[in-house]
């Protein structure tokens, strides 16, 4: 189980998740902590955007602390 959280919503997101990539898409070898881990990346380093979520290596690694320090700011109408 997802022992870190306690939202049951996304622990089932996940769980399907892993099974989608898992069957559907024929990766048998991506395990669910793979696929949770992956999620606690992009929560963690994605940028918001209007459209969704971004993930930039370089940008990602300009918030050098395990609690956030910095703001990413966007210009509307720019993306």
């Given at each position: 189980m997802f022992?870190?959280?306690?939202?049951?919503?996304?622990?089932?997101?996940?769980?399907?998740?892993?099974?989608?990539?898992?069957?559907?898409?024929?990766?048998d070898y991506v395990e669910e902590k793979d696929v949770k881990w992956a999620f606690g990346v992009l929560q963690t380093n994605s940028i918001g955007l209007p459209t969704g979520r971004a993930l930039y290596p370089i940008v990602s690694i300009m918030n050098h602390s395990c609690a956030p320090n910095m703001t990413a700011l966007t210009i509307p109408g720019t993306v």
């Open positions: 022992s870190r959280i306690e939202d049951k919503e996304l622990e089932n997101s996940l769980e399907q998740t892993h099974k989608f990539i898992k069957i559907l898409a024929k990766m």
